[in-house]
């Protein structure tokens, strides 16, 4: 009935998605097995992507060749770049997005990707041969053979779902649970554990009083994630979000639901996320807080049903309802669907290597939730490496790993399998040290020409890069040759406050100045903007980020060559850590476990101290 696969993907939300995509664009033939045809690439939780360092690695995952940004630039409602107000190290882009038009965008751009089938089945064990994963069962027996398989199965391995005093399985609502895959897996020796998860009510937009909102419009420019020319929506036509808040009354009704929530009962045995908490836990654990933010979002062009960010909930449903009818501008909503917590099955990621390939069983991967991450951002990238290294392992090329000063993927991965996880974890711009390197304006020089290079990121997306390479480079030869007389921008000076000049300086000196952008420069100095009007927005801009920051970069670049130093000090395979008594107890247990292939990996692992790589190093060169 079925032929064999190179790669089979178990799960179709943003991991598996995204893993199917890279895998079959590499050249692998790939089978996409879901539960639910219908519920392909499904946000499950709010309708939105991008945000505080998760736009970043949706901008990394679109340099590499990914479809993520595509289908968020076709798919969005309302478009902002956050913390314009900081560096450009700082800045992220987050898009609202209509539900249903992301998830049909991205099973039409998979429906149009050559070497991609899919099948709507469970998969309920795997095939294991010699120590090596060669394909799966599914739930109607049927047995698929495959050189490598990708988990991606999101909250859905032995999920409970959990409403106040009520619980019954289920991956999310209304869908039922998988079973079977984490049972066998402890069978071959893997360790699992419990993560919690929750979301908010869903309801009815024309029931709400906006009125007594605080109105929270897109930006004026909208700049999209893809680095394609994918259409833009139109700034004048974005839906609006609102910001209201809870307060007191709102605060004392749900705590009269506390001995009835299953977080406070010990119902839930998960660890649930410490960055995006669910209401119950805010209000308890922020006592001192009188009232809580809460986003009031649509959840698309056609429809009122509207995400309630900030009110992730699992109390009893009629306390919900009674909480949120307290809420300003909520007096009279109406609730299509009450907010649930959802307990899942993850396996701690410190059992993968870099590849995202397990330990213990060859050609099988590990992507998403699975590993304990939250977040589509975090799950996509992780599905794009494990479809990139799934490839090349059935293909006998060489793997793929980004570094932590190559891509906000890079930190990703290699914090979870050095230090793994015990809460579901969630990509922030202060876990990566090289925050100035990787920005999200410049991904596509980081990773492009990289992913082109294995034969993923296509030829157009090449030469886009060179000819924006090209640009910033002209564009800064002449900031660095340009005059700019005070005459010209002295006014511009005083309207900011800023001290005038009184001899000619060149702009590249000019740009320098805090608070001071080229773009306004130019507005004053006409021999300037004449020469750089045929240069796009964006080239623009990186030549400006470039010469501004460019002593920041140095430094930054400066630590990473010392770090490569130590990436380069290789660990023998199987090193025999029980020879060196002077390590300490937790280090030896670390490097035992985890068995890291370089120093710089052992120098990462949570729990090694810098005394314990000195004396693994002095044991090395002895």
């Not at 897996?185 to 309801?203: A, I, Q």
């Not at 209000?283 to 009232?291: H, L």
């Not at 490839?391 to 793929?400: F, I, L």
């Not at 876990?431 to 990773?447: C, G, P």
């Amino acid at each position: 009935m079925f032929p064999k696969y190179d790669v089979i993907v178990v799960g179709a939300g943003h991991a598996g998605c995204e893993a199917a995509a890279a895998a079959a664009n590499l050249g692998s033939k790939v089978l996409l097995v879901t539960m639910n045809m219908q519920t392909i690439a499904q946000m499950s939780c709010n309708p939105a992507m991008g945000g505080i360092a998760k736009g970043q690695i949706v901008r990394e995952i679109d340099a590499m060749g990914g479809y993520s940004g595509i289908v968020t630039d076709k798919s969005m409602i309302q478009f902002r770049m956050l913390n314009r107000s900081k560096g450009p190290a700082m800045w992220s882009p987050r898009a609202q997005s209509d539900r249903m038009l992301f998830a049909a965008t991205w099973r039409e751009m998979l429906e149009n990707t050559p070497n991609v089938d899919f099948y709507q089945d469970m998969v309920k064990k795997l095939i294991i041969k010699n120590n090596k994963a060669c394909g799966v069962i599914t739930g109607l027996g049927h047995e698929i053979q495959s050189e490598a398989v990708i988990i991606t199965s999101g909250t859905f391995l032995n999920g409970i779902i959990h409403i106040g005093e009520k619980k019954f399985g289920g991956g999310r609502v209304a869908e039922k649970e998988a079973t079977g895959i984490t049972e066998q897996l402890v069978s071959f020796g893997f360790e699992s554990d419990r993560l919690k998860t929750g979301t908010p009510p869903r309801v009815d937009g024309r029931s709400l009083d906006y009125s007594k909102m605080e109105e929270q419009k897109g930006d004026e420019i909208i700049t999209g994630f893809s680095y394609l020319d994918t259409p833009k929506l139109d700034p004048s036509k974005q839906k609006s979000c609102f910001i209201t808040y809870t307060n007191n009354t709102v605060h004392e009704i749900l705590k009269s639901g506390f001995d009835r929530s299953p977080m406070y009962t010990g119902r839930i045995e998960g660890v649930g996320p410490r960055y995006c908490p669910s209401i119950e836990d805010k209000i308890n654990r922020f006592a001192d807080r009188d009232r809580h933010q809460l986003f009031v979002e649509p959840e698309g062009w056609n429809t009122v049903e509207i995400y309630v960010n900030g009110f992730s909930t699992s109390l009893p449903d009629d306390v919900q309802i009674k909480a949120l009818r307290t809420v300003p501008g909520f007096e009279k909503c109406r609730v299509f669907r009450p907010g649930y917590a959802i307990e899942y099955d993850y396996f701690p990621p410190t059992q993968l290597t870099h590849t995202l390939e397990t330990k213990l069983i060859n050609n099988l991967f590990f992507a998403g939730q699975i590993n304990g991450t939250t977040g589509y951002e975090e799950a996509a990238c992780q599905g794009l490496m494990a479809g990139i290294n799934a490839n090349q392992k059935v293909k006998g090329k060489e793997t793929v790993t980004l570094k932590r000063n190559e891509a906000y993927i890079g930190v990703l991965i290699d914090d979870l399998i050095n230090k793994g996880t015990e809460e579901p974890y969630r990509m922030f711009t202060s876990r990566a040290e090289f925050r100035t390197l990787l920005r999200q304006d410049n991904a596509d020089l980081r990773l492009t020409e990289l992913s082109h290079n294995i034969g993923l990121a296509s030829v157009k997306r090449l030469y886009k890069v060179n000819d924006k390479n090209k640009g910033v480079s002209e564009v800064k030869d002449f900031l660095k040759n340009c005059n700019i007389t005070p005459e010209e921008i002295n006014p511009y000076f005083e309207s900011i406050h800023s001290a005038k000049i009184t001899e000619k300086q060149k702009a590249s000196r000019i740009i320098l100045r805090p608070n001071v952008d080229l773009p306004s420069i130019m507005q004053y100095a006409c021999g300037l903007n004449s020469s750089l009007l045929n240069y796009e927005n964006d080239i623009i801009e990186q030549a400006e980020i470039q010469i501004k920051y460019e002593r920041y970069i140095e430094k930054e670049l400066d630590m990473a060559n010392k770090m490569k130093q130590l990436e380069e000090l290789i660990i023998p395979l199987h090193f025999d850590y029980d020879k060196i008594t002077a390590l300490s107890s937790e280090a030896l247990q670390k490097f035992k476990r985890i068995q890291p292939k370089t120093i710089g990996q052992a120098s990462r692992i949570s729990g090694v101290n810098p005394s314990d790589i000195q004396i693994l190093m002095v044991f090395m060169g002895r």
